[in-house]
């Protein structure tokens, strides 16, 4: 939003910020939004005074261990995938699959699937992809799903996938012409 949140201690609770910090933190802010190195949530016309006079301040997650974070806009909506019992959250730039035969829900991360039996509460565990519903394989490569079809195995994409990936990328440099800045 437009505005900072503060807390006595990193795990919280975080509070809407009553002595805004100093404006070399928004200096820092900006530096880190300009070079794409780290980009804020949410939206930074909402106003956090507002959010926080109506009682509806974001929530903060501290973790200290591997983390990715599953946004929706609003409540998750679904559409289903056809010839499969596959549905997909459509108001999420993620790959969630909720299975109607199992009622389990399915997120691919990094090339990797996790499995929960509850989207809100987990937990998550993860799912080494040949143990997936054989429904991945039959999603329709027209799907806006279908990309995820090569961290599927057994698919065409996953078979081509695999052998891309195992010819040898080579490339040439001149020494001479090479060149690093490093800036700290």
């Keep these: 939003m437009d505005g900072w949140m503060e807390s006595p201690t990193v795990q919280g609770p975080w509070t809407s910020a009553k002595h805004p ?20 949530l949410g939206n930074p016309q909402q106003s956090l005074k507002d959010a926080d006079e109506d009682g509806i301040l974001p929530t903060v997650y501290v973790v200290d261990k591997p983390t990715e974070l599953l946004v929706t806009q609003g409540e998750p909506q679904y559409a289903s995938i056809p010839g499969t019992s596959l549905q997909y959250v459509t108001n999420s730039g993620a ?5 109607s035969s199992n009622q389990t829900y399915y997120f691919l991360v990094g090339g990797r699937w996790f499995q929960t039996p509850s989207l809100q509460n987990g937990p998550w565990s993860y799912v080494p992809g040949a143990s ?9 490569t027209y799907s806006p799903k279908a990309d995820v079809l090569v961290s599927v ?5 996953a078979k081509e996938a695999a ?3 195992s010819i ?3 490339a040439e440099i001149t020494r001479s012409a090479a060149t690093q800045n490093v800036t700290y």
């Design 132 to 140: 997936l519903p054989a429904a991945f394989a039959q999603i329709p």
């Design 153 to 157: 195995p057994g698919t065409p994409q």
């Design 21 to 40: 910090p100093t404006k070399d933190l928004d200096k820092i802010k900006q530096g880190a939004v300009s070079s794409n190195s780290n980009q804020p």
């Design 95 to 99: 790959d969630v699959f909720l299975d």
């Design 163 to 165: 052998i891309a990936n």
């Design 168 to 170: 040898p990328q080579t």
